[in-house]
């Protein structure tokens, strides 16, 4: 049996099949359905802009019922409206125009039918096209997206603020280094986080409808006194969209690219925030509670957790921004007045930002599915005393430059001691006792310990607002 032959369909990708669930609510945004409804709202609210501008003159204003029926035609679109613009499009053999025609049937014996030619009228496809993706992106961004990355943020926000007194070996190129705390660190991830949040809520969403080379010239052809320029911002900004007045005939998706690389970066920093995750459940700062999991963790190691969450999310993250960066690179880039590149790498915006929804879910059931265990970074750090020598020499090279003698090469000393070396309590406390410290500070250095030696890691989670 041929797979491609089964009926229904089978999926082709895992967003599709595997992943369905955990990237459905992109469907009502980002699908090919989804942009034919929106170009039916885009369509329906152009006509019911016209005539209530009076831009046409000579024609009389809409009805409250006739609006009323403009909008339901895109609110009725369902799986019978998918199917009969489909057959539409195998006539016409073009997707918009299988739109208006769509409209106009609705519009056949209604009030509306002898208005039914102001249906698209005036307008290009990629007037159609460019305010259909904006919108499309915009409920993608501000419905779904986004606020999948804010619960994830705040889920990190609170973990930190759980762990923010726990002490953690720092370890900076891989080696043992001076210490933190975990709730810091996790604090670092959703203060980067919150910025590229900022970033993307402030990015602009533009959109265009000035004909074919972006000049009006059929509008000012057909009625040359209307301020056509004046009625494409108004009609622009009443769909929530920042107008753009100087196109070629497509808008030019600079704010495409723009957000695609915001969302890009964030997820880069996810990637980051998975493999840290990862590693500190390697070095065992963390557990993974079996019934956050569920399932088999290896095939033939019974005994194995694995951290799966974080590694689909890495994968996933990858690939979305590599899918990201193609789009920002190709949408910008359109020969002379229109080529038809943008219309295909459009097609692919759905699978960029499913990958990374699908990254963002896994990384919040890999956070719910962990427990910290203080009792592992405690050993972790009372094996490393060689830490604490940063603080001992930082402490004599305050003193030597206040005047006071005998803290000399204090670097060299603690080098000699410390480097590529294992340094337990006593050791330090005997090399600390050896110094011929100010009681004061010798006192100080000999209650420290690496897990009090974290600094003000513990008041910088209160930096994390909300």
């Known amino acids: 049996m041929r797979l491609s032959e089964i009926d229904p369909a089978l999926p082709l990708t895992p967003l599709d099949g595997r992943y369905r669930a955990q ?4 469907v009502d945004h ?13 369509e329906t609210e152009w006509m019911i802009h016209l005539l209530d501008q009076g831009a046409i003159p000579g024609l009389r204003s809409l009805t409250e019922e006739e609006r009323t029926l403009l909008r339901q035609i895109p609110e009725d679109f369902g799986a019978e409206g998918i199917a009969e613009h489909a057959e539409i499009e195998r006539e016409t053999v073009h997707d918009v125009k299988a739109v208006e025609y769509y409209i106009k049937r609705r519009l056949a014996g209604t009030s509306l039918e002898p208005l039914a030619e102001i249906v698209h009228i005036y307008c290009t496809s990629e007037d159609i096209n460019n305010l259909s993706y904006a919108l499309m992106i915009k409920g993608a961004l501000e419905d779904v997206w986004l606020p999948a990355l804010k619960d994830l943020t705040t889920d990190l926000k609170n973990l930190a603020r759980t762990c923010a007194s726990i002490p953690m070996l720092s370890r900076t190129h891989g080696q043992a280094a001076t210490p933190t705390t975990l709730g810091k660190e996790l604090a670092v991830f959703a203060y980067r986080l919150k910025r590229q949040i900022a970033w993307l809520e ?5 959109g265009k409808i000035n004909g ?3 000049t009006w010239a059929a509008h000012a052809v057909s009625v040359p006194d209307t301020d056509w320029p004046a009625v494409a911002k108004s009609f622009v900004e009443h769909l929530g969209l920042t107008w753009n007045p100087l196109t070629t005939q497509i808008e030019s998706h600079d ?8 969302v890009a970066r964030a997820g880069r920093i996810l990637h980051n925030l998975a493999t840290d995750m990862w590693t500190y459940i390697s070095l065992g700062y963390f557990r993974q509670r079996l019934s956050a999991q569920g399932g088999t963790g290896s095939s033939t190691m019974p005994h194995k957790v694995n951290p799966i969450r974080f590694e689909n999310a890495e994968a996933n993250l990858e690939i979305s921004g590599a899918l990201f960066d193609v789009l920002a690179q190709t949408l910008v880039t359109s020969r002379l007045q229109r080529d038809l590149t943008d219309s295909t ?3 692919n915006i759905a699978p960029a930002f499913g990958h990374s929804l699908l990254a963002i879910s896994n990384l919040k059931r890999g956070l719910a599915g962990l427990d910290t265990d203080a009792e592992q970074m405690a050993r972790d750090l009372d094996a490393n005393w060689e830490v604490l020598g940063e603080a001992v020499q930082s402490v004599m090279r305050t003193l030597g430059i206040q005047g006071v003698e005998g803290m000399d090469s204090p670097y060299e000393r603690l080098k000699e001691l410390t480097r590529g070396k294992r340094v337990d309590g006593d050791a330090m406390r005997e090399f600390i006792t050896s110094l011929g410290l100010p009681e004061k500070e010798r006192e100080r250095l000999l209650a420290l310990t690496p897990a009090t030696y974290v600094g003000l890691a513990a008041s910088l989670v209160d930096y994390l607002e909300d």
């Open 202 to 206: 402030a990015d602009e969403i533009l």
């Open 345 to 347: 790498t459009q097609r």
């Open 212 to 214: 074919a080379t972006g």
């Open 30 to 42: 980002l699908s090919e359905a989804a942009l034919n409804r929106t170009r039916m709202i885009v």
């Open 255 to 262: 704010w495409q690219a723009e957000i695609y690389s915001d």
């Open 23 to 26: 990237v459905a609510p992109l």
